[in-house]
């Protein structure tokens, strides 16, 4: 199973990114797929995560209202549209695959990108 993260960069506050992620070696289509984040001296922590039969998608709260994520079967990929950016969403997001993936937690997930990063700053 391979992951590509793309689409990170810098961005100012109240701007919108989208990133997106490219999954192989399974079809996406029956895989849970999340996006994580990890920032500088902070845990990897779940971000959204959308289960593999597309029925729940989970959001924290901080950033509920503001991110979307977005599944293409048929492309195999997966994009977080993220909205109104913050400060504190700088990070290197992660974008990570599981055959069964419980919960959005980074230990329910096997596979994983090598991240792209996204710098939120004036």
């Known amino acids: 199973v391979q992951l590509v993260e793309s689409g990170g960069g810098l961005v100012q506050p109240g701007t919108s990114l989208t990133i997106s992620c490219v999954v192989s070696?399974?079809?996406?289509?029956?895989?849970?797929i999340g996006w994580f984040r990890q920032a500088p001296g902070k845990k990897r922590e779940g971000v959204s995560c959308?289960?593999?039969?597309?029925?729940?998608?989970w959001y924290s709260d901080s950033v509920k209202g503001r991110f979307t994520l977005s599944r293409d079967s048929g492309q195999n990929s997966v994009t977080l549209q993220m909205n109104n950016l913050e400060s504190d969403d700088a990070a290197v997001y992660y974008c990570?695959?599981?055959?069964?993936?419980?919960?959005?937690?980074?230990?329910?997930?096997?596979?994983w990108g090598q991240g792209t990063q996204v710098t939120v700053s004036s």
């Open positions: 990570a695959a599981d055959k069964v993936g419980l919960a959005c937690v980074p230990r329910e997930y096997a596979h």
């Open positions: 959308i289960n593999a039969d597309d029925l729940i998608t």
């Open positions: 070696g399974v079809d996406n289509a029956y895989y849970a």
